[in-house]
């Protein structure tokens, strides 16, 4: 995951931000484990919630 998301922080002309849709089914306990661990991943790599609705989160570069 976090090679994956670092891909797509690369510069590139004309791109303004990141946007990362992470789905969980919050439901499955081995899931949610998985999912809460992305969690911390995506904050290290500074990005932060735009958005929560339920077990749908849209992460954004923090600097954007």
């Known amino acids: 995951m976090v090679q994956y998301v670092g891909r797509l922080l690369r510069q590139w002309p004309g791109k303004r ?3 990362v849709y ?3 089914d919050l439901a499955v306990p081995a899931l949610k ?3 809460q661990r992305r969690m911390k991943a995506y904050e ?4 932060v919630v735009r ?3 339920g077990d749908q989160a849209l992460w954004t570069e923090g600097s954007a």
């Open 17 to 19: 931000e990141v946007r």
């Open 22 to 24: 992470d789905y969980a």
């Open 33 to 35: 484990k998985m999912n």
């Open 44 to 47: 290290s790599l500074g990005f």
């Open 51 to 53: 958005e929560e609705r």
